[in-house]
């Protein structure tokens, strides 16, 4: 299991995504961070969030 905080990001926010896979967390993350926090996530943030995933 694989799981991204929020929190770790820098957001003021206690979401966490988790999956199986890197790409189930990516798939949950993104809109997440454009429904809730107004961003678009770009090729370069996105590299940036996976570097934050964590293996659980």
Request: some cysteine.
């Amino acid at each position: 299991m694989k799981e991204l905080r929020c929190r770790d990001a820098g957001f003021d926010c206690e979401a966490v995504v988790r999956g199986d896979t890197m790409d189930e967390v990516m798939a949950q993350a993104r809109p997440h961070a454009e429904e809730v926090h107004g961003l678009r996530v770009t090729p370069e943030m996105a590299g940036q969030l996976r570097a934050l995933v964590r293996d659980t």
